[in-house]
């Protein structure tokens, strides 16, 4: 069974920044690609981030060059760094682990971007 624990999740200005970590087992760290997704309201749950085991990253069109994938191998940690967050940003952001035709999910944290 695979457990995921996100954190960080709030309220922000639009403009602001947020980071979301997620941590899983050591096991899971170690071999599973990591991502987070998002659903907004009466919406599909589309990729925001994914990152692979050996660190190739991708994004979504829409965070590319504002939001940043990282993972802290030693922590077991999978991270989301949201820059300059825009209102259309505002979802529940879940952290996801795959391999192969498997694939998991945390329980959510909600990012909502708004004055």
């Known amino acids: 069974q695979v457990h995921l624990v996100e954190s960080g999740g709030g309220l922000v200005q639009p403009g602001g920044s947020l980071r979301l970590s997620c941590t899983a087992s050591?096991?899971?760290?170690?071999?599973?690609?990591m991502g987070w997704y998002r659903q907004a309201p009466g919406k599909e749950r589309q990729l925001v981030a994914r990152?692979?085991?050996?660190?190739?990253?991708n994004y979504a069109d829409s965070v590319k060059g504002r939001f940043t994938i990282s993972r802290d191998n030693a922590k077991n940690t999978l991270y989301l760094q949201m820059d300059s967050l825009k209102p259309e940003d505002t979802a529940v952001y879940y952290c996801?682990?795959?391999?192969?035709?498997?694939?998991?999910w945390g329980q959510g944290t909600q990012v909502t971007v708004s004055s």
């Open positions: 050591e096991t899971i760290f170690r071999i599973y690609a």
């Open positions: 990152m692979t085991t050996t660190g190739f990253a």
């Open positions: 996801s682990a795959d391999r192969g035709s498997f694939a998991s």
